[in-house]
């Protein structure tokens, strides 16, 4: 499938002891450009991630597989969380939503389960 996210070298700007990285990348499966502004490891449109992270920006897994957005949860403070399923080592990890991911599919997450995307 080729590379998922083409990543261009970040800025880590030290804060605490949680790594924020800036970096901006393109989605291998619709193509968006992603602004990077730190925490943000999934694409806003389609929602799929790429497994890279053992903690949130750490960067540490190089499992590298395509992580396919399982459902989501919605919390009382209108918040989404989105559950990601790597399909390649089968591991399943909870992110936030971003301001800008697209809540239409958010919602379908949450509701219809899986989302398959040809
Ligand atoms: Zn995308
Ligand atoms: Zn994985």
Known sequence: ????????????????????????????????????KGYT????????SKHVDVNPGDRADDCEGLMKPKSSLYDRGGNFTIIHECLKCG???RVKAAENDNRELLSKLQKSGPLIIE
């Open 1 to 36: 499938m080729g590379d998922f996210i083409g990543r261009k070298p970040g800025k880590i700007s030290g804060e605490s002891n949680f790594k924020r990285v800036i970096e901006d990348f393109e989605c291998g499966l619709c193509g968006t450009v992603v602004k990077g």
């Open 41 to 48: 490891n999934h694409c806003p449109e389609c929602l799929w």
């Open 91 to 93: 591991r399943t990890k």
